[in-house]
């Protein structure tokens, strides 16, 4: 299992929890698992051609994951956050 601290922005699809559990050794697997348990939540990580969208950046660790192929070694937590923009 993968803990993963999930944005605010995305807790109308956690049920509100800004802790949730995965499974997967990927990106792409833990937001499939994701999507199992919270509909939708993946599209709103995730693009067409699955990398991490521009207005959000997902770490696994320190390290930034870039697209779905990005492995999730064990015992590591995934943050999922919105991007700060702005000027």
Do not use: C, W
Not at 56 to 81: K, N, W, Y
């Amino acid at each position: 299992m993968v803990k993963v601290r999930v944005a605010a922005l995305l807790h109308e699809y956690t049920g509100g929890k800004n802790v949730v559990e995965a499974e997967g050794a990927t990106i792409g697997a833990v937001m499939d698992d994701l999507d199992r348990q919270f509909p939708g939540v993946a599209f709103r990580v995730i693009d067409e051609q699955g990398r991490v969208r521009r207005h959000m950046h997902v770490f696994v660790g320190e390290s930034t994951a870039t697209d779905r192929a990005t492995p999730v070694p064990a015992g590591v937590e995934l943050f999922i956050v919105g991007a700060l923009s702005g000027g």
